[in-house]
């Protein structure tokens, strides 16, 4: 049972990108990305109007924050000194940065953006004001493939979804509100994962629980990303659901079409449709499995069955520390990699050991929408599907009473 990722992890993670510092002209790297941040010295923070900085060099890693952030930021171990300015706009956050690197004896950096990201209102000058900047992409590239210690933090998240997926079926019936029926699941599992972990469970939230589970209903499960209608649940209706765990900050991705009461022959149909497609799909991933292709398969498959019209996204994407992350299952991804506007290469049109992918491709009639989503990790040798509850039809329909 993993809880929280080892240090290990992270002395790793500053050491690689120590490494592609080595191979520049830069001084020292610089990210301004929250999840960058998390990912190389585990500091989570809630990114407003206030900029973040990290810089590391072959020595130290050093990090700007603002005021309010000084105490969470001084219990990170691996972080050698702090600096931080008042507020926004009444401290000037890029300046600190500045003397941050002048400290750090950097004049030039190699950086995942040319100035802190606009959230929020923040408009302040670019990093190039200051120092000579080079763009990079390094974390985000390191993120694609996980580390076994990732995996077990992304399978232990996948067990508390289910956990809050079974609770979500079990509070579901014909008069309940999507809502509540929603914040008893996931508050139940929540409860569930925090009385079994104790001490053990590595806090990522606030104000909600560790454990998400919730669907749309009706006419809303015909837009891929629909909203909780303000409507009591009626026998009949189809449900689109959704449950994920936060474990340390890494998550999966849970999702099945339900049915209150028993289906009518055309969703039937329809489901068996979107069942076959995602088994299509779990059985052509592996290692060195051309990304696109998972996608292709699908997609012949629907042409096969005369419903490409009702097909709106692609079979799926990486998950981690993020709910979307690449690469993503697409058709058009191996093209991506070879065009000019990106740092991938050759080599990244194809699966690795480490990736972890949401397999979800869907189909969206003009009354209900059909989706199934797992999460399945490339190993060495094949996969491992990391989300379980079942795929079929007996065990997603709920009896009305």
Same mark, same amino acid.
């Given at each position: 049972?993993?809880?929280?990722?080892?240090?290990?992890?992270?002395?790793?993670?500053?050491?690689?990108?120590?490494? %592609?510092?080595?191979?520049?002209?830069?001084?020292?790297?610089?990210?301004?990305?929250?999840?960058?941040?998390?990912?190389?010295?585990?500091?989570?923070?809630?990114?407003?109007?206030?900029?973040?900085?990290?810089?590391?060099? $072959?020595?130290?890693?050093?990090?700007?924050?603002?005021?309010?952030?000084?105490?969470?930021?001084?219990?990170?171990?691996?972080?050698?000194?702090?600096?931080?300015?008042? $507020?926004?706009?009444?401290?000037?956050?890029?300046?600190?940065?500045?003397?941050?690197?002048?400290?750090?004896?950097?004049?030039?950096?190699?950086a995942d953006a040319e100035s802190a990201p606009g959230t929020m209102g923040?408009?302040?000058?670019?990093?190039?004001?200051?120092? $000579?900047?080079?763009?990079?992409?390094?974390?985000?590239?390191?993120?694609?493939?996980?580390?076994?210690?990732?995996?077990?933090?992304? %399978?232990?998240?996948?067990?508390?979804?289910?956990?809050?997926?079974?609770?979500?079926?079990?509070?579901?019936?014909?008069?309940?509100?999507?809502?509540?029926?929603?914040?008893?699941?996931?508050?139940? &599992?929540?409860?569930?994962?925090?009385?079994?972990?104790?001490?053990?469970? &590595?806090?990522?939230?606030?104000?909600?629980?560790?454990?998400?589970?919730?669907?749309?209903?009706?006419?809303?499960?015909?837009?891929?990303?629909?909203?909780?209608?303000?409507?009591?649940?009626?026998?009949?209706?189809?449900?689109?659901?959704?449950?994920?765990?936060?474990?340390?900050?890494?998550?999966?991705?849970?999702? %099945?079409?339900?049915?209150?009461?028993?289906?009518?022959?055309?969703?039937?149909?329809?489901?068996?449709?979107?069942?076959? &497609?995602?088994?299509?799909?779990?059985?052509?991933?592996?290692?060195?499995?051309?990304?696109?292709?998972?996608?292709?398969?699908?997609?012949?498959?629907?042409?096969?069955?005369?419903?490409?019209?009702?097909?709106?996204?692609?079979?799926?994407?990486?998950?981690?520390?993020?709910?979307?992350?690449?690469?993503?299952?697409?058709?058009?991804?191996?093209?991506?990699?070879?065009?000019?506007?990106?740092?991938?290469?050759?080599?990244?049109?194809?699966?690795?050991?480490?990736?972890?992918?949401?397999?979800?491709?869907?189909?969206?009639?003009?009354?209900?929408?059909?989706?199934?989503?797992?999460?399945?990790?490339?190993?060495? $040798?094949?996969?491992?599907?990391?989300?379980?509850?079942? %795929?079929?039809?007996?065990?997603?329909?709920?009896?009305?009473?």
């Open positions: 049972m993993a809880t929280r990722l080892p240090d290990g992890e992270f002395e790793a993670r500053l050491e690689r990108v120590r490494d %592609r510092i080595a191979e520049t002209d830069a001084d020292a790297g610089v990210w301004f990305g929250a999840t960058s941040i998390e990912y190389l010295t585990g500091f989570d923070h809630i990114r407003t109007e206030r900029p973040v900085a990290l810089a590391v060099t $072959d020595e130290r890693v050093e990090l700007t924050v603002p005021r309010l952030e000084v105490e969470r930021a001084s219990e990170i171990p691996r972080i050698d000194a702090f600096h931080h300015y008042a $507020d926004y706009p009444g401290g000037d956050p890029m300046a600190t940065v500045a003397e941050m690197l002048d400290g750090l004896g950097a004049d030039a950096v190699a923040y408009q302040g000058p670019p990093l190039s004001v200051f120092v $000579d900047v080079e763009t990079q992409a390094w974390v985000r590239r390191m993120r694609w493939e996980k580390s076994d210690a990732e995996v077990d933090l992304i %399978r232990e998240s996948a067990r508390w979804a289910n956990l809050g997926h079974r609770y979500l079926a079990d509070y579901t019936a014909v008069g309940a509100h999507p809502a509540t029926a929603s914040q008893r699941a996931s508050t139940d &599992a929540s409860r569930a994962m925090l009385d079994a972990l104790g001490d053990r469970y &590595a806090t990522r939230t606030r104000g909600t629980g560790p454990v998400t589970a919730g669907y749309i209903t009706g006419e809303q499960t015909r837009l891929p990303h629909g909203h909780t209608a303000n409507r009591r649940l009626e026998a009949g209706d189809v449900l689109i659901t959704g449950a994920t765990a936060n474990v340390d900050g890494y998550h999966s991705e849970l999702e %099945r079409t339900m049915f209150l009461g028993e289906p009518t022959d055309e969703q039937v149909h329809y489901f068996e449709l979107v069942l076959e &497609a995602q088994t299509i799909a779990i059985d052509a991933l592996g290692p060195g499995v051309p990304i696109a292709a998972v996608d292709e398969a699908v997609w012949s498959y629907f042409e096969e069955q005369g419903v490409t019209d009702l097909a709106q996204h692609h079979v799926g994407h990486n998950i981690g520390m993020e709910g979307h992350e690449p690469p993503y299952i697409d058709r058009g991804w191996g093209d991506h990699c070879e065009s000019d506007h990106t740092n991938y290469d050759a080599d990244d049109a194809a699966m690795r050991p480490g990736h972890v992918y949401t397999i979800e491709p869907g189909i969206y009639t003009d009354a209900y929408g059909y989706r199934h989503s797992d999460t399945v990790a490339i190993t060495e $040798d094949g996969t491992e599907r990391l989300t379980y509850f079942p %795929r079929d039809l007996d065990g997603n329909v709920i009896p009305v009473e």
